[in-house]
């Protein structure tokens, strides 16, 4: 039987394949003004084997169904030209006191999306961890230092952006 110390440094751990119903709200696409501050920290691995981050803000990630999320980058970043290649990331964030860590199997969409090349990943597995003794309180979070309402609507427009290139992946199938 645990002690109540041990109990205490226990791993609350869940595996998904796709997302839990309050992650699929989060990605939704929907009232990014009350999302503005969430980040999700995406690691790829370049041509040279070295992981590389991007941080992505609520208005560069939407999730049209339960098991895709789909990414809108600029081309010419790091990543872009990472998942290109290898057709793989990882995407990490914090929510509700878990370190979510989720395994994607990326393609990318072809469609006018606004100068953004844009991804539509599978989910190939997520895991969210908790501790009973620390509880995570954030994880990347930032604050638009101005031009808020501008970044807002960009966020928008990239959301719209990926909404069509899902739309027009779907019809090509």
Same mark, same amino acid.
Not at 80 to 102: K, P, W
Not at 115 to 121: H, I, P, Q, T, V
């Given at each position: 039987?645990?002690?109540?110390?041990?109990?205490?440094?226990? =791993?609350?751990?869940? /595996?998904?394949?796709?997302?839990?119903?309050?992650?699929? #709200? @989060?990605?939704?696409?929907? *009232?990014?003004?009350?999302?503005?501050?969430?980040?999700?920290?995406?690691?790829?691995?370049?041509?040279?084997?070295?992981?590389?981050?991007?941080?992505?803000?609520?208005?560069?990630?939407?999730?049209?169904?339960?098991?895709?999320?789909?990414?809108?980058?600029?081309?010419?970043?790091?990543?872009?030209?990472?998942?290109?290649?290898?057709?793989?990331?990882? =995407?990490?964030?914090? /929510?509700?006191?878990?370190?979510?860590?989720?395994?994607? #199997? @990326?393609?990318?969409?072809? *469609?006018?999306?606004?100068?953004?090349?844009?991804?539509?990943?599978?989910?190939?597995?997520?895991?969210?961890?908790r501790v009973q003794y620390a509880r995570l309180t954030s994880g990347i979070t930032f604050d638009l230092a101005e031009g808020k309402d501008a970044v807002l609507e960009r966020w928008i427009q990239q959301i719209e952006y990926l909404k069509k290139a899902v739309g027009g992946a779907?019809?090509?199938?």
């Amino acid at each position: 039987m645990p002690t109540s110390t041990e109990q205490n440094h226990s =791993l609350d751990q869940q /595996v998904f394949d796709e997302w839990p119903v309050e992650l699929r #709200a @989060l990605f939704d696409g929907s *009232a990014l003004e009350s999302k503005i501050g969430f980040t999700a920290s995406l690691l790829t691995v370049d041509e040279s084997s070295a992981v590389r981050t991007s941080l992505l803000g609520i208005g560069e990630m939407y999730a049209p169904d339960s098991r895709t999320l789909c990414i809108g980058l600029w081309p010419q970043s790091r990543a872009a030209r990472a998942i290109a290649r290898s057709g793989r990331a990882t =995407l990490t964030f914090v /929510v509700d006191e878990a370190f979510y860590q989720v395994q994607l #199997a @990326l393609v990318p969409l072809n *469609a006018d999306a606004g100068g953004l090349a844009c991804f539509a990943g599978t989910i190939d597995s997520g895991e969210a961890q908790r501790v009973q003794y620390a509880r995570l309180t954030s994880g990347i979070t930032f604050d638009l230092a101005e031009g808020k309402d501008a970044v807002l609507e960009r966020w928008i427009q990239q959301i719209e952006y990926l909404k069509k290139a899902v739309g027009g992946a779907a019809a090509g199938r």
